[in-house]
């Protein structure tokens, strides 16, 4: 089975993404998938098989599961479930990587598992009531998160095989991160290639095996990942989105924008 690299985009204003697992009303299964970003998966109610490595972690009623970044993983929803989702981006985590951009969390059992996931909660009903000050709160909420993670739940003792392993997903998660930050200008698989040292035949081939995707439709991916965004806050018209976010024109976001979503852009707008 083909394991593919999901792309992740931070809330706007907060270091961090945060929403409800789109799983909830069961019958549903993400298949195998790994990112950059550190997962948390919190489950309110209900339950859910997980999957890290092929390896089966039922999760039930008050527990949770960390997905380290570049972790292949898998989620199995069958019944109705409420799940929060914190994923966080791995820079959050520079000052304690134990190796070249690297850290890990165990997926054992903790002393502090019951506060963690009332924390947890607690970050998402902030965010879905939206009071005054919300945000401020929510960001000392997210860095005492952290703060957990990094204190009782990171392995500061990793065998070197183990961080070998994970080096080529390691250094594509470095080229999709530039990738990320640069989608707005002339984004070829030559500049790339050269600005990392590799050939172009190389690095297509590195998408192809380790994200399960062609390096052109991950730079699309990236670019109507924003694209929407941009028409979600009703800021700019298409063109303006179109030029923004590295599109040619107007026409080229609607082709994309056809095939990912199965609609025009004018047309989302209206909905």
């Not at 195998?32 to 009623?61: M, N």
């Not at 598992?113 to 998402?124: G, M, N």
């Not at 945000?135 to 990171?154: A, C, E, G, Q, T």
Request: charged share 25%; net charge positive; aromatic share 16%.
């Amino acid at each position: 089975m083909q394991v593919s690299h999901e792309l992740i985009i931070p809330e706007a204003g907060f270091p961090f993404k945060l929403f409800l697992f789109e799983g909830g009303s069961g019958s549903y299964r993400r298949e195998k998938h790994w990112h950059r970003s550190v997962e948390i998966f919190a489950v309110c109610r209900g339950k859910l098989g997980f999957y890290i490595e092929d390896k089966l972690c039922p999760l039930s009623d008050g527990e949770f599961m960390i997905v380290n970044s570049n972790e292949v993983h898998a989620i199995d929803s069958p019944l109705p479930n409420e799940t929060i989702v914190l994923q966080i981006p791995l820079k959050m985590f520079e000052d304690y990587f134990t190796g070249e951009q690297f850290i890990w969390f165990s997926h054992e059992p903790g002393r502090r598992d019951k506060y963690f996931v009332e924390l947890v909660r607690e970050l998402f009903d902030t965010y879905r009531a939206r009071g005054c000050g919300y945000d401020m709160k929510m960001k000392s909420i997210f860095y005492h998160l952290l703060y957990l993670l990094v204190k009782d739940y990171r392995l500061t003792e990793v065998d070197v095989s183990f961080v070998r392993r994970n080096r080529n997903l390691n250094r594509l998660s470095a080229i999709t991160s530039y990738m990320k930050e640069n989608y707005a200008g002339d984004l070829t698989l030559e500049e790339v290639a050269r600005i990392f040292d590799y050939s172009p035949n190389y690095l297509s081939r590195m998408f192809r095996k380790y994200a399960g995707i062609t390096f052109k439709s991950y730079v699309q991916s990236i670019r109507l990942e924003y694209a929407v965004k941009d028409l979600d806050s009703g800021r700019y018209s298409i063109t303006e989105t179109a030029m923004r976010n590295g599109f040619s024109g107007s026409k080229a976001l609607a082709r994309a924008f056809r095939k990912k979503y199965g609609q025009l852009p004018s047309d989302y707008i209206k909905r």
